[in-house]
Every structure is written in structure tokens, then in C-alpha cells.
């Protein structure tokens, strides 16, 4: 029995220390970057509650990425806390002269580790993903007005895509430029246009970008690939190259 009173301390113990050192780094991070940014927040002088509104919606979302950052450390901190603690109120002597081995006494603290550090790969794989492109914006373009720089990107359909600037809010690429090569004929197109939108499809890899202002104004028609609708107006399906993926750095998350 006094073996599990024990247990029900120690896990109680480290979930104190873990959310005191969560929010206390949490909290530093957020202050210590905000003062530092200050300025990227407060330029547009939309007026104190607005850039209040701004800096909150801003650090809400930045919260998931903040803490897979620094969860592996409030994790070893936690568990440091508990067992400092413990030694510190003189709980480990007697437990260890009852003949209980320091293995099973730190045996909780360790089984509470493991859970807190689940929580991280719920955050990288369930939570993060759904709130990526709030994370992908700047402190100073909440609205994703400003033109971002295009990656080159290959799609499995054959298709490479290439592009000289972005805006993430109209999910438009300008100066798009596409190499097409025909499944059939194994011929190479090239198409540029001034600008072409991504729109997202129904479902997963259904997507695909509508072209303006192309050159050349007719290409024979790629079944699959690429339709014409117009002169000098496409549409180019692909499955793997999305707007994220010829704007987003692969280590963004970082």
C-alpha cells in the first residue's frame, strides 16, 4: 500500500513540475521574442487593440510550435524537479532502507516521461499540420499579402514547376513557368504564364493550377495533365505540388 501512495505522489509531483516549467518557458519564449519583434507587429499603426489582437492570434497558433521545441527539455526538467524534490524532503531514504531499489521508486516519474513525450508526437502529427499555414506566416503579413519566394518543385505526373514570387493569400504564383512531358509521345512542353492560381480539389491529389496569360497561347491537350479552356488559359492537374509545396521550406517546422 505505501508503495502505491508513493507512486500516486511521485506522478502528482511530476505533473506539477511539468506544467510549472511549461508555463514558465513558454512564457519566456513568447515575451522574450515579442520585445525582440516588437516592431514587426506595431509598424502598419493600426492602433493598440488591433496590434494586441494581432500579437495574441499570432503567438495562439505559434504556442504548438514553441512547445515542440522545448518539450523534450520540460520533459527531463520535470522529472529532474520530482526526484530533486524528493531527495530534498528526505523521502528516498527511507524507502531504499525498506529495501524498494531506485529503479522502482523513479519507476512513476519515468512512466509519466513517456506519456508527456506522447503528446508530442500528437502535436507534430495531428495538431501542427492542421495549423501550418498560420505558422508559415510573417509577424508583419498576417493577412499573407506579401510576395513570397517560389522553390522548384517536381510532380509525379512528369511535371516540373518553377515560378519568381508567391502570395500565399490568393495562393498565386507569378512568372509560372511548367515543363510538361507527354506520357505518350515522350515530348517536352513548355508553358510560362503571368500568373496561375492553385485550387484545391475535392479530395487528396486533385488539385491543380489554373493558368492566365499563357505562352504559347495552344498546346495540344494532355489528357490528365493539362487542358486547355481558353486561349492562352490552362489548367494543370497535379497530385503532388500544391501551393504549399513550391512555397514552404521542407524544414519550416524547425
Same mark, same amino acid.
Given at each position: 500500500?505505501?508503495?502505491?501512495?508513493? @507512486?500516486?505522489?511521485?506522478?502528482?509531483?511530476?505533473?506539477?513540475?511539468?506544467?510549472?516549467?511549461?508555463?514558465?518557458?513558454?512564457?519566456?519564449?513568447?515575451?522574450?521574442?515579442?520585445?525582440?519583434?516588437?516592431? @514587426?507587429?506595431?509598424?502598419?499603426?493600426?492602433?493598440?487593440?488591433?496590434?494586441?489582437?494581432?500579437?495574441?492570434?499570432?503567438?495562439?497558433?505559434?504556442?504548438?510550435?514553441?512547445? @515542440?521545441?522545448?518539450?523534450?527539455?520540460?520533459?527531463?526538467?520535470?522529472?529532474?524537479?520530482?526526484?530533486?524534490?524528493?531527495?530534498?524532503?528526505?523521502?528516498? &531514504?527511507?524507502?531504499?532502507?525498506?529495501? &524498494?531499489?531506485?529503479?522502482?521508486? &523513479?519507476?512513476?516519474?519515468?512512466?509519466?516521461?513517456?506519456?508527456?513525450?506522447?503528446?508530442? &508526437?500528437?502535436?507534430?502529427?495531428?495538431?501542427?499540420?492542421?495549423?501550418?499555414?498560420?505558422?508559415?506566416?510573417?509577424?508583419?503579413?498576417?493577412?499573407?499579402?506579401?510576395?513570397?519566394?517560389?522553390?522548384?518543385?517536381?510532380?509525379?505526373?512528369?511535371?516540373?514547376?518553377?515560378?519568381?514570387?508567391?502570395?500565399?493569400?490568393?495562393?498565386?504564383?507569378?512568372?509560372?513557368?511548367?515543363?510538361?512531358?507527354?506520357?505518350?509521345?515522350?515530348?517536352?512542353?513548355?508553358?510560362?504564364?503571368?500568373?496561375?492560381?492553385?485550387?484545391?480539389?475535392?479530395?487528396?491529389?486533385?488539385?491543380?493550377?489554373?493558368?492566365?496569360?499563357?505562352?504559347?497561347?495552344?498546346?495540344?491537350?494532355?489528357?490528365?495533365?493539362?487542358?486547355?479552356?481558353?486561349?492562352?488559359?490552362?489548367?494543370?492537374?497535379?497530385? @503532388?505540388?500544391?501551393?504549399?509545396?513550391?512555397?514552404?521550406?521542407?524544414?519550416?517546422?524547425?
Amino acid at each position: 500500500m505505501i508503495v502505491k501512495l508513493i @507512486d500516486r505522489q511521485m506522478i502528482r509531483g511530476y505533473f506539477k513540475s511539468y506544467f510549472v516549467c511549461l508555463a514558465s518557458l513558454l512564457s519566456l519564449y513568447v515575451v522574450v521574442d515579442l520585445f525582440t519583434n516588437l516592431d @514587426d507587429f506595431t509598424h502598419h499603426n493600426q492602433g493598440l487593440w488591433e496590434s494586441l489582437l494581432r500579437i495574441f492570434t499570432y503567438y495562439a497558433y505559434k504556442v504548438a510550435q514553441i512547445f @515542440d521545441r522545448l518539450c523534450e527539455a520540460i520533459v527531463l526538467l520535470a522529472a529532474m524537479f520530482t526526484v530533486a524534490w524528493m531527495q530534498r524532503n528526505n523521502e528516498q &531514504v527511507p524507502l531504499l532502507s525498506a529495501g &524498494v531499489s531506485t529503479r522502482r521508486i &523513479v519507476l512513476p516519474v519515468l512512466l509519466s516521461a513517456f506519456f508527456m513525450l506522447s503528446l508530442t &508526437v500528437v502535436n507534430q502529427e495531428l495538431i501542427i499540420p492542421r495549423i501550418a499555414d498560420k505558422l508559415a506566416l510573417d509577424r508583419d503579413d498576417p493577412g499573407g499579402e506579401k510576395s513570397v519566394p517560389v522553390r522548384s518543385a517536381y510532380d509525379g505526373n512528369g511535371i516540373h514547376i518553377t515560378g519568381d514570387r508567391a502570395v500565399r493569400q490568393s495562393l498565386t504564383v507569378f512568372g509560372f513557368y511548367v515543363t510538361i512531358l507527354d506520357p505518350q509521345g515522350g515530348q517536352l512542353f513548355h508553358l510560362s504564364a503571368k500568373e496561375a492560381r492553385y485550387l484545391p480539389g475535392p479530395g487528396p491529389r486533385q488539385g491543380g493550377w489554373e493558368l492566365v496569360g499563357a505562352w504559347p497561347m495552344e498546346v495540344p491537350t494532355i489528357p490528365g495533365i493539362l487542358e486547355q479552356r481558353d486561349l492562352g488559359r490552362y489548367f494543370l492537374h497535379t497530385r @503532388d505540388v500544391d501551393f504549399d509545396a513550391v512555397t514552404r521550406n521542407p524544414n519550416w517546422f524547425i
